[in-house]
Nanobody
Framework: QVQLVESGGGLVQAGGSLRLSCAVS????????MGWSRQAPGKEREFVTA????????YYADSAKGRFTISRDNAKNTVYLQMNSLKPEDTAVYYC???????????????????WGRGTQVTVSS
């Protein structure tokens, strides 16, 4: 059974940075495309960023471009989300997602992912 565990969330001031981690167990991590989505209170879940299984391809939502960077370490079975220049509107629960793939694709909607973590809270104060 595939398990995803996020960590690294917390409280940060606007303009600050956080790095989220998602540790994956129970399967061959390098065969999974990975992604991050977030959900703010009272809002729909937003898909933020994705990465192919070999890191060759990445995707960013407009809200993340230029500020967020997704990366992965297949040797550590971990995907990361580096978030810089954080804004109060980035406040949300951030979820890690995984989907098995045989190719170099990434996936840009939550519906395309098979496995999810429980999330980690990010709060950005103004």
């Amino acid at each position: 059974q595939v398990q995803l565990v996020e960590s690294g969330g917390g409280l940060v001031q606007a303009g600050g940075s956080l790095r989220l981690s998602c540790a994956v167990s129970g399967s061959i991590f390098s065969t999974y495309a990975m992604g991050w989505s977030r959900q703010a209170p009272g809002k729909e879940r937003e898909f933020v960023t994705a990465i192919s299984r070999t890191s060759g391809n990445t995707y960013y939502a407009d809200s993340a471009k230029g500020r967020f960077t997704i990366s992965r370490d297949n040797a550590k079975n971990t995907v990361y989300l580096q978030m810089n220049s954080l804004k109060p509107e980035d406040t949300a629960v951030y979820y890690c997602a995984a989907r098995y793939t045989s190719g170099s694709s990434y996936y840009t909607t939550g519906e395309e992912y098979y496995y999810w973590g429980r999330g980690t809270q990010v709060t950005v104060s103004s």
